[in-house]
């Protein structure tokens, strides 16, 4: 089975901009996972898509947004960007259960 | 919420010696725990899930063990080889949230 697959894997982008990434999960996942990789914060959950309904949200402002569409590929964009989005978004999926969580190579974003 | 503390940053250990990383968390007791490994600029890799009624798991040559009472886990590496240097990660799942919450992470160097 082809694994998780994010696009594009480096962006930048300037303040002020929005942007959208994609992840395409393992096929037969349905389960969708976002999350923002930092120095100073680790790995933090942003949001997971199921079923193309979004099932949970992390502690992120209103400028982070996903959606999930019906084939399970999912898209995560961020509005109005701030130099502290700079980051590697990682995208992850499972079965759904979340005992397993298979995550792609992530797109490295940085915002001048 | 869940609090995470995995030991040291950083951990360098000889070839061949058994490198032993920690996890701490705080709270309520997870229902399982995770070990991830993840290398320099890409997403990480599922290792070992251990469930709060077993002790130990093993596979090849890590072996993971669960202390509810100390709230504690340990991730032992032995034989370890400079292929093993990577930032290992634990995982926890949060219940109420529903969500993976994942430590910082140690990285681990091995010397030839």
């Known amino acids: 089975k082809a694994g998780v697959t994010q696009t594009p894997r480096y962006l930048i982008k300037t303040r002020g901009q929005q942007v959208t990434l994609s992840c395409s999960p393992i096929?037969?996942?349905?389960?969708v996972s976002w999350y923002q990789q930092t120095p100073g914060q680790g790995l933090q959950f942003l949001f997971e898509?199921?079923?193309?309904?979004?099932?949970n949200k992390g502690n992120f402002p209103g400028r982070f947004s996903g959606r999930q569409f019906s084939n399970s590929r999912s898209e995560m964009n961020v509005s109005t960007l701030e130099l502290g989005d700079s980051a590697l978004y990682l995208c992850?999926?499972?079965?759904?259960?979340?005992?397993?969580?298979?995550f792609g190579p992530g797109t490295r974003l940085l915002v001048l | 919420s869940q609090k995470i503390e995995q030991n040291s940053e950083a951990l360098n250990i000889q070839e061949g010696k058994t490198a032993t990383l920690t996890c701490n968390y705080t709270?309520?007791?997870?229902?399982?725990l995770q070990w991830y490994r993840q290398d320099p600029g890409r997403g990480p890799v599922f290792l070992l899930l251990?469930?709060?009624?077993?002790k130990e798991k093993r596979k090849e040559r890590l072996k993971v063990t669960f202390d509810t009472t100390l709230k504690q886990s340990l991730f032992h590496i032995t034989a370890s080889q400079p292929a093993d240097s990577a930032t290992y990660l634990c995982?926890?799942?949060?219940?109420?949230?529903?969500?993976?919450?994942f430590g910082s992470g140690t990285q681990l160097t091995v010397l030839p």
């Open positions: 992850a999926s499972s079965g759904g259960t979340k005992e397993t969580q298979y």
């Open positions: 096929s037969g996942h349905r389960s």
């Open positions: 898509y199921f079923s193309e309904t979004q099932r």
């Open positions: 709270n309520y007791s997870p229902a399982y």
């Open positions: 251990i469930r709060e009624n077993e």
């Open positions: 995982a926890l799942l949060d219940p109420s949230a529903r969500q993976l919450t």
